[in-house]
Structure formats: structure tokens, C-alpha cells
């Protein structure tokens, strides 16, 4: 196979993604169940998703919740770096946890990089993922159905959805890797700031809602939400632990951002 001529190619069902075939170094390899997709370093766009008629890598085929296109890698030039946004309704989950909800976007980089969509109906998606380094030497589609929404989004009001989206706002904005939730002072500055505070808020009032919050998803079975649960130091991991429950379901998503644009 020649390097100056490597053209996107299929790969069968079961291809393994630690065997992949010889390929030039920044090719990328998106597998699936159903098989996977090839594609050397060059303008391209690549999609998966649960349409199979519509993507290159069909996932979750079979599951409502997973987006008819639920993530694309796009290459915007020869020798170009792979960029993956997500496109779907539930995130995607990247190794040490770090979650991609909707619109989130981040370059891959070289090597293998597993790629999973956990669904509200308690099953794991995983698409992995190779970007040859250096050294590396259709039937009708039944799933142009809507996609259906998570089963377990929490309800919220409109107040804790507004203080939530605030504690969560590094983790909803997606710059960081490892984001924090914000102080308790700071998530009350914020939600001040917002035209759709209906009252004044304090550190103790943003708590106080969060903990009820917390409270209603633990009585629904939802774990590491208590200090029992968490042990000492507690530090932020109750909050953490509720946003990532929250992000997990897409009860919060990047939209929700729209609430905190402050008062003109």
C-alpha cells in the first residue's frame, strides 16, 4: 500500500484496534462494533452515530438515547490535526473521566484513545480510537427514528437549574480537563448576575438548594452523594460527584450557559 495514495477505507467487524494495518503517521482509525473507518491526515470530516446509513462507524445502533450522529472528527488540511466534537445529546466520556458534552471540542492525539457514550438505559457505547504516531508504522437504515431523550433526566425548577449551571460552569464551558465546581461565594456571584435570579442569592442559599438537589438523586438510588459515601477529607467531591450525575444524563448541557449572561 503505498503512503502517497492511502485512501479512506472500511474495516470489517472485530478489527482490532491495537492491530491496525500499516498506515502514514497521523492517519486515523475510528472503530466500532460494527466495524470502522480509516482515514489519512487530510481535509475529511468523519462521522458515528446511530444512523448507520448516515455515519462511517455506526454505535449504539439499537439505543434511542444515542444521537443519529452522535460525534464527528474533522481534519481541516493535509498533515492536519483530528478534532473530535460532540454532536450528540449524552457526552462522551474520555479516559480519566474527563467529559465532552454537546458542542465540546478537543483535539486527539496520537496513539489510542477509547471513546465512550454511557446511556440513560444503563449500557456503555465504546468507540476507540488510533492516530498512527511517527514511530507507528449500506441496507435501509431502521434508526432514522428521533433520537430519544436520556430516561434519567432529573427534574429541576428554574432556580436550580440556574444556581447548577452556575457550580457547574467550568465543566459546562469545556476548557479545562480537569475542571472543579466553583466556590459556593463564587457560584452565588454569578447567579446574582444573571437576569433570571429571581431573588438575592447567598453562599448558604446556592448550599442549601444544591444539597436539596443532591438529597432527591440519592433517595433515587444515585451514589456518592452522602459523607458516608465519600469519607473524609469530603473537600468538593459531593459537588462534583452531583455534577458529574447531572452532565452524565444531560440534565445540564451547554446550553444552560445561556442563563448565566449577565444583566445589561
Known amino acids: ?66 444521537s443519529r450522529r452522535h460525534g464527528v472528527f474533522t481534519c481541516a488540511a493535509s498533515g492536519g490535526d483530528w478534532w473530535l466534537v460532540n454532536t450528540g445529546n449524552l ?15 478537543r483535539i486527539i492525539g496520537p496513539g489510542y484513545t477509547p471513546l465512550v457514550i454511557n446511556s440513560s438505559k444503563r449500557r456503555s457505547h465504546l468507540v476507540e480510537v488510533r492516530v498512527v504516531d511517527g514511530d507507528d508504522l449500506r441496507p435501509r437504515s431502521t434508526s432514522s427514528a428521533d433520537t430519544a431523550a436520556p430516561e434519567t433526566v432529573y427534574a429541576l425548577s428554574p432556580q436550580e437549574r440556574l444556581v447548577l449551571t452556575a457550580l457547574a460552569r467550568r465543566y459546562l464551558e469545556g476548557q479545562d ?15 446574582n448576575a444573571s437576569p433570571y435570579a ?18 432527591r438523586l440519592r433517595r433515587r438510588g444515585v451514589r456518592g452523594l452522602t459523607r458516608d459515601e465519600v469519607g473524609e477529607p469530603v473537600g468538593s467531591m459531593l459537588s462534583v460527584n452531583l455534577i458529574r450525575e447531572l452532565l452524565r444524563t444531560a440534565t445540564l448541557n451547554a446550553q444552560d450557559l445561556e442563563l448565566l449572561a449577565e444583566r445589561s
Open 198 to 215: 429571581t431573588k438575592s442569592w447567598t453562599y448558604k442559599s446556592v448550599a442549601n438548594t444544591a444539597e436539596d438537589v443532591r438529597e
Open 177 to 191: 480537563a480537569f475542571p472543579l465546581p466553583l466556590s459556593w461565594e463564587d457560584t452565588a456571584r454569578l447567579v
Open 91 to 105: 457526552p462522551i466520556e474520555l479516559p480519566d473521566g474527563v467529559l465532552m458534552l454537546t458542542g465540546h471540542k
Open 1 to 66: 500500500m503505498s503512503y502517497g495514495n492511502f485512501p479512506p477505507q472500511m474495516l470489517p467487524p472485530g478489527s482490532p484496534s491495537d492491530r491496525v494495518p500499516p498506515a502514514p503517521p497521523g492517519t486515523i482509525f475510528v472503530i466500532g462494533p460494527q466495524g470502522g473507518y480509516a482515514v489519512p491526515p487530510r481535509r475529511y470530516t468523519l462521522l458515528f452515530g446511530r444512523d448507520r446509513e448516515d455515519v462511517h462507524v455506526p454505535v449504539g445502533v439499537d439505543d434511542p438515547t444515542v
